[in-house]
T-cell receptor, first 115, second 118 residues
């Protein structure tokens, strides 16, 4: 079974500084990996997706993630944090099961942006 | 595109009653829909996967008789929590995907339904 580990439960940055949210995956085959964001009491929004094309994936709102097979990592970055980026971020891997695919979520990282 | 809605957004019910939550794909046909629950300060846990016109596949530990899932059309799935109890209080989120093949596995999520059982 596939799994993801988000290495930080909380990350705090100042507005205008870079953001790094770390994720490591475990997969027996080339995985599909995602980053989703969840604002308080809201549903999840897809930030970006990796599916074995370019290893550097650009997403919405200035976020990007780099797939590094040698490190089994898929860290999420943004050059300059904005107050509106404060939310919870989930690293997700797609797991093949007999009836199709299911998403396996990491524990989440809460991003706090200080003014 | 790829918008998923849920109704209601919040519901409060008495213990022992049943609650139905609807999940709709507004601008695409969703051959597969998923139901998750999320406890406070925790991640999402998949409850079940439903394909249009067939029985849902439940994850281990999820009671199929308690959480009834119906996926009668390509744009609507419902989750009914039967005989709800306070421990069923949670945030229920649905998602939908446009493909069944598994080659495209992006799921589009609804805004969630906050269930509180008194």
């Amino acid at each position: 079974a596939q799994s993801v580990t988000q290495l930080d439960s909380h990350v705090s940055v100042s507005e205008g500084t870079p953001v790094l949210l770390r994720c490591n995956y475990s997969s027996s085959y080339s995985p599909s990996l995602f980053w989703y964001v969840q604002h308080p009491n809201k549903g999840l929004q897809l930030l970006l997706k990796y599916t074995s094309a370019a290893t550097l994936v650009k997403g919405i709102n200035g976020f990007e993630a780099e797939f590094k097979k040698s490190e089994t990592s898929f860290h999420l970055t943004k050059p300059s944090a904005h107050m509106s980026d404060a939310a919870e971020y989930f690293c997700v891997v797609s797991d093949r099961v007999e009836y199709g695919n299911k998403l396996v979520f990491g524990a989440g990282t809460i991003l706090r942006v200080k003014s | 595109g790829a918008v998923v809605s849920q109704h209601p957004s919040r519901v409060i019910c008495k213990s022992g009653t049943s609650v139905k939550i609807e999940c709709r794909s507004l601008d695409f046909q969703a051959t597969t829909m998923f139901w998750y629950r999320q406890f406070p300060k925790q991640s999402l846990m998949l409850m079940a996967t439903s394909n249009e016109g067939s029985k849902a596949t439940y994850e281990q530990g999820v009671e199929k008789d308690k959480f009834l899932i119906n996926h009668a059309s390509l744009t609507l799935s419902t989750l009914t929590v039967t005989s709800a109890h306070p421990e069923d209080s949670s945030f229920y989120i649905c998602s939908a995907t446009q493909e069944t093949s598994g080659h495209t596995d992006t799921q589009y999520f609804g805004p969630g339904t906050r269930l509180t059982v008194l």
